[in-house]
């Protein structure tokens, strides 16, 4: 077998290179902006209010479908199993790696959670991000900080949460881990 000398494998770089980019196939870029990441906490606020109008207006069901296909776009469960950590969760089911887990803690009605009463149908009207920070590398995102819930009687909750994102094969934002907790009260 000959062997490749840095002359023929710089000749051969330099041939690819010298093709045009059609030729060349295409460039996966997987870098993550700021503004993506914003958009994805931005929409997954949305789908949230949403789910819990399309409750009121529609019912169970219509939100049930809502939820699914939101999960869908927004987790990366295609891509294997999520880190998710909901709210109001315990053992020992507090951390939910199936999209079935996030669908029953999002619109309850499933017998394998018990506990969960749909987090999402609480009539949900107003959502809002505040991050602490944003920590972008490359590929992959995390944001840390509070989302503030306006219920349909005004009231505010406030949690605590982390959100890591990735790119799925398409170029699409997909949260990866979703950690949430209530603030800390000293009690």
């Known amino acids: 077998m000959k062997k490749l000398t840095c002359i023929t494998v710089a000749s051969i770089l330099m041939g690819i290179a010298a093709l045009p980019a059609a030729a060349r196939g ?12 914003l ?9 949230l209010v949403d789910i819990s109008s399309t409750n009121t207006s529609s019912g169970p069901a219509a939100a049930k479908a809502l939820a699914e296909k939101v999960i869908d776009e927004a987790y990366g469960y295609q891509m294997g ?26 619109v309850g009605g499933d017998p394998a959670y018990p506990k969960d009463t749909g ?31 306006t219920g349909k009687d005004g009231k505010v ?12 094969d398409a170029g699409k934002l997909r949260i990866v881990v979703h950690h949430s907790s209530l603030p800390y009260t000293g009690n």
């Open 26 to 37: 295409p460039v996966v870029n997987h870098a993550i902006s700021e503004a993506e990441v």
């Open 39 to 47: 958009a994805a906490q931005q929409a997954w606020c949305k789908a």
């Open 81 to 106: 199993a999520v880190l998710f950590k909901p709210t109001l969760a315990m053992a020992p089911q507090a951390f939910r790696t199936s999209r079935e887990g996030a669908l029953a803690y999002f």
């Open 119 to 149: 987090f999402a149908l609480k009539g949900w009207t107003k959502c809002e991000i505040a991050n602490a920070g944003i920590f972008i590398a490359g590929g992959s995102a995390s944001t840390m900080g509070n989302v503030i819930f």
């Open 157 to 168: 909750t406030s949690v605590d949460k982390t959100w890591s994102f990735v790119k799925d």
